[in-house]
């Protein structure tokens, strides 16, 4: 990605599908969630974290099928063939994310802080998520001591 183009993006009505089932993919959904976004997710097992009810679940391995009509695919399995499969038919209105390959990728997502009407991101640009996970959160402890205000 030479040239990335920060938004933020509305999802209410958006369809979003997560391919896995494992921790990464557990970390996806929880966001999606928070987003107030009900994704599908696709895989024959899920983490115990996940809470089924709370998604559209397909107790299967991907399949073209699935995804025909998403706006958004994120890709979380621990198969790079499949990751890289999603994004190879994927059609030119959707956008993936291959949590496995920041270079097969139409975006990635960022590390965020959350308060009232203020949102803050950091990003390495997909270089070093363990980075940006700390330098948000130095920020967050830095705003919190500054402005006296809890942030997510």
Known sequence: MQSPYPIILNLADKNIAV?????????????????????????????????????NWIPDKYQRKYVENMDII????????????????ATHFQLVNNTSDKTNSDFYNLAT?????????????????????????????WINQKFHKEFE
């Not at 993919?25 to 089924?52: D, F, M, W, Y």
């Open 19 to 55: 391919v896995g089932g494992g921790k990464v993919a557990c970390r996806k959904i929880n966001k999606l969630l928070a987003a107030g976004v009900r994704p599908t997710v696709i895989s024959p097992l899920l983490s115990p974290e996940i809470q089924p009810t709370q998604i």
């Open 113 to 141: 802080i959350k308060a009232n009407d203020m949102f803050i991101s950091v990003s390495t640009m997909g270089k070093s998520p363990s980075v940006a996970k700390k330098m948000k959160n130095e920020i967050k402890e």
């Open 74 to 89: 994120i890709t979380c399995t621990d198969d790079r063939t499949v990751n890289d499969q999603v994004k190879k038919e």
